[in-house]
């Protein structure tokens, strides 16, 4: 079982993608339609949030990262920067779609938080400073992404801020501190050593339940995906030009800011990714099942995208930064 969530955190790409196309062939024969997935968003946020936020040590962020042109300059971009590129293609790309549209507003209003640190890690890129924006960049999730989301997605549906709020406040508050507690509890218990061996694979356990927003959110639109496959095409367009944007304005961004390799691949990582657990699990709770459905696409594409930045242009972006003298 254990090396099954270690599979499933290495690949979740291959896992989402077989999620996704059961639930187009099931939702042809079971009718998803009227299922109410507020219950199973509601366990399935547990299901991604508690275990990753009790694997993230928050207490290292006193301790980590002394860089604060970085830090400053990744949360503007993945906050303010990323809802501009989102607002500029919900209304020419995806004009006339209100509940695509709503799913990139999401995109650009939810930073990447947990994965920063993994992928920054990946791309031999500054793991400490990382952790810092991740962790920063996650607790101002419940006061920035409320109203940028207004901002954004006001124009296609009616929006209560509070509500939101208090939702991302429930979402996010309540996993860290069950776990914060519990990592200290198990520390405290078995020792550090024993919990740096579990902490391998709570990431797994937290892609289960993206596995399981996935299956009934792509389920409830089947009949609507295959009646309609450019849909596809759309939410393939949106994120892809949204990745594209995102990339190369904080690449120009972190040249200009006179980035090493280390600092600007956390820049740009910071810049581009979004948090696909809350992004998903907030959609699912209270917007549209389209919504859902163009979000439940978006971790593969992003998966692909960011491994095509660290593997494939990687090397150009080390010689185009410049690496630092302490190399990894």
């Known amino acids: 079982m254990l090396e099954i969530l270690l599979h499933i955190k290495r690949r ?9 196309i059961l639930a187009i062939i099931l939702g042809q024969f079971i009718d998803f339609t009227n299922l109410n997935i507020m219950p199973i968003s509601v366990a399935a946020v547990f299901i991604m949030l508690y275990p990753m936020l009790t694997g993230m040590e928050v207490e290292k962020v006193k301790r980590a990262g002394r860089n604060y042109k970085l830090i400053i300059s990744t949360l503007i971009f993945a906050y303010f920067i990323a809802s501009l590129t989102a607002f500029f293609l919900t209304r020419t790309l995806l004009s006339g779609y209100d509940e695509l549209a709503l799913a990139l507003v999401l995109v650009g209003a939810i930073p990447c938080s947990n994965m920063l640190i993994g992928w920054s890690g990946i791309a031999d890129a500054s793991v400490a400073d990382a952790l810092v924006i ?20 006001g124009v296609f ?89 995102q990339t190369t304005l904080s690449l120009l961004v972190a040249k200009a800011l006179r980035f090493k390799y280390e600092q600007g691949m956390v ?14 699990s907030l959609a699912a709770t209270i917007f549209p099942p389209l919504t859902v459905f163009a979000l439940s696409f978006k971790p593969i594409l992003q998966v692909f995208y960011i491994m095509f930045l660290i593997y494939a242009i990687g090397p150009w972006l080390r010689k185009f930064l410049g690496q630092s003298i302490k190399e990894n």
């Open 134 to 153: 991740a962790v920063l960049g996650l607790l101002l999730i419940p006061i920035l992404s409320p109203i940028l989301i207004y901002f954004n997605g």
């Open 12 to 20: 979740l790409y291959i896992y989402v993608t077989a999620i996704f």
């Open 267 to 280: 820049f740009i990582l910071g810049a581009t990714a979004s948090s696909q657990a809350i992004s998903l």
């Open 157 to 245: 549906a009616t929006i209560n801020v509070m509500q939101l709020v208090l939702i991302l406040l429930f979402y996010i508050l309540v996993p860290l501190a069950l776990g914060m507690l519990t990592r200290r509890e198990i520390i405290k218990r078995k020792g550090r050593e024993y919990f740096m061996g579990i902490k391998k694979y709570l990431p797994g356990v937290s892609a289960l339940g993206i596995l399981l927003i996935v299956f009934f959110s792509v389920g409830k639109v089947s009949h609507k995906v295959i009646d309609e496959p450019q849909v596809f095409l759309l939410v393939l367009a949106a994120l892809f030009s949204y990745y594209l944007i």
